[in-house]
């Protein structure tokens, strides 16, 4: 509120606003800035051009190796991808093949298996047949020598005199009859 | 021994026999000897043990069939044991008797019986032989119990079995 009050107040007894220098001192001023500019161009610029420049290259610098190493790391990156895509490959190969070699194992064992089994239920039949055919055999043995045994006997015990007698009489009949 | 050697012997004993005009009782005499030898395992070891001397088991064979049979029998059978030959006696027999059969112009008709044929049902049964073979046979019967009942007859190779023995074989082996 001051300040503005000082900026509006108007003194009569000076020749121009306080505020504002005077035309001498604003010539000389410019001259003065102009050198000062003058020079700073002339020696500070290039100083400011050469460290700007300095630093763009070390960024622009950075900036490449950054780049390079974003590649590399890229190219790192596939190369780690194709390897795993590699793996992931002989993976699915390897999986693939022990799968074929256990299915076509599991077909020949299980051919095998029911061959073996058929074989064995073959032998088994046949050795069980064979079983019952030699008990039969000598059961039947057995009873054919019991009863040629008994017919012996009985046949024995029947040829008294008479009955060899009559045998013999019955040969010669038979053999005097036979043309 | 030797084949030639048992029909050496058999000639041999042929030739005496029908010397002394007797072949048809000698080798029906031998016949049934050498049966009697093959039967026998007792006869036969004692006539053809060579630690015997010879003369003891001619006295044997003396003993034996010295009173049923005819002198020339009795002497050509001492002959054979003497010789040492008693093992072959009944090979030597065989040819005996079939030698003799063919001076007669028989075959041999060797007829086994469990028990003995009488001279009439022997005479039957060669007639029956001849009438079923057409040819003319010298009988020969021998007793075998083993036959058990029946008659067994072998012509030349003929076998005519009536036997209780191979009915009781055919019945077994049906079993």
């Known amino acids: 509120m001051r300040l503005i009050q000082l900026i509006a107040v108007e003194d009569p007894s000076q020749t121009h606003?306080?505020?504002?220098?005077?035309?001498?001192?604003?010539?000389?001023?410019?001259?003065?800035?102009?050198?000062?500019?003058?020079?700073?161009?002339?020696?500070?610029?290039?100083?400011?051009?050469?460290?700007l420049n300095a630093r763009t290259e070390r960024i622009q610098k950075e900036l490449d190796g950054a780049s390079n190493a974003l590649?590399?790391?890229?190219?790192?990156?596939?190369?780690?991808?194709?390897?795993?895509?590699?793996?992931?490959?002989?993976?699915?190969?390897?999986?693939a093949e022990a799968d074929?070699?256990?299915?076509?194992?599991?077909?020949?064992?299980?051919?095998?298996?029911?061959?073996?089994?058929?074989?064995?239920?073959?032998?088994?039949?046949?050795?069980?047949?064979?079983?019952?055919?030699?008990?039969?055999?000598?059961?039947?043995?057995?009873?054919?020598?019991?009863?040629?045994?008994?017919?012996?006997?009985?046949?024995?015990?029947?040829?008294?005199?008479?009955?060899?007698?009559?045998?013999?009489?019955?040969?010669?009949?038979?053999?005097?009859?036979?043309? | 021994m030797s084949e030639s050697r048992i029909e050496g012997y058999a000639r041999a004993l042929v030739e005496i026999a029908e010397a002394e005009g007797n072949l048809a009782v000698v080798e029906n005499e031998l016949f049934r000897l050498a049966r009697a030898l093959e039967q026998s395992e007792n006869l036969r070891s004692t006539l053809t043990d060579e630690s015997i001397p010879a003369a003891r088991r001619q006295a044997v064979v003396e003993a034996l069939i010295g009173g049923t049979a005819t002198n020339t029998t009795t002497q050509l059978v001492?002959?054979?044991?003497?010789?040492?030959?008693?093992?072959?006696?009944?090979?030597?027999?065989?040819?005996?008797?079939?030698?003799?059969?063919?001076?007669?112009?028989?075959?041999?008709?060797?007829?086994?019986?469990a028990v003995a044929l009488t001279p009439e049902q022997e005479s039957r049964l060669a007639a029956a032989l001849e009438k079923a073979t057409g040819k003319k046979v010298n009988l020969k019967v021998?007793?075998?119990?083993?036959?058990?009942?029946?008659?067994v007859a072998t012509v030349g190779d003929s076998v005519i079995d009536g036997s209780v023995r191979t009915r009781l074989d055919q019945v077994k082996s049906r079993l």
């Open chain 1, 17 to 51: 606003h306080w505020l504002f220098p005077e035309t001498a001192e604003i010539i000389y001023g410019g001259i003065s800035s102009l050198i000062i500019f003058a020079a700073i161009y002339k020696f500070g610029l290039p100083a400011a051009k050469k460290a």
């Open chain 1, 71 to 95: 590649s590399q790391a890229t190219q790192e990156a596939s190369n780690i991808r194709a390897a795993i895509g590699d793996i992931a490959g002989e993976r699915s190969r390897l999986v």
């Open chain 1, 100 to 179: 074929q070699q256990a299915a076509t194992m599991l077909t020949e064992g299980r051919a095998r298996i029911t061959a073996e089994v058929a074989d064995l239920e073959a032998r088994g039949d046949a050795e069980i047949a064979a079983s019952r055919s030699r008990s039969s055999d000598e059961l039947r043995g057995e009873i054919s020598l019991l009863a040629s045994q008994a017919a012996q006997r009985a046949v024995s015990a029947s040829l008294n005199a008479s009955a060899q007698q009559e045998l013999i009489e019955n040969f010669i009949n038979s053999v005097g009859a036979a043309r």
């Open chain 2, 78 to 113: 001492g002959l054979v044991i003497g010789a040492g030959r008693g093992r072959d006696l009944p090979a030597i027999v065989d040819k005996v008797v079939k030698r003799a059969s063919s001076a007669q112009n028989k075959d041999l008709a060797e007829v086994r019986t």
């Open chain 2, 142 to 151: 021998v007793v075998d119990p083993s036959v058990l009942g029946g008659v």
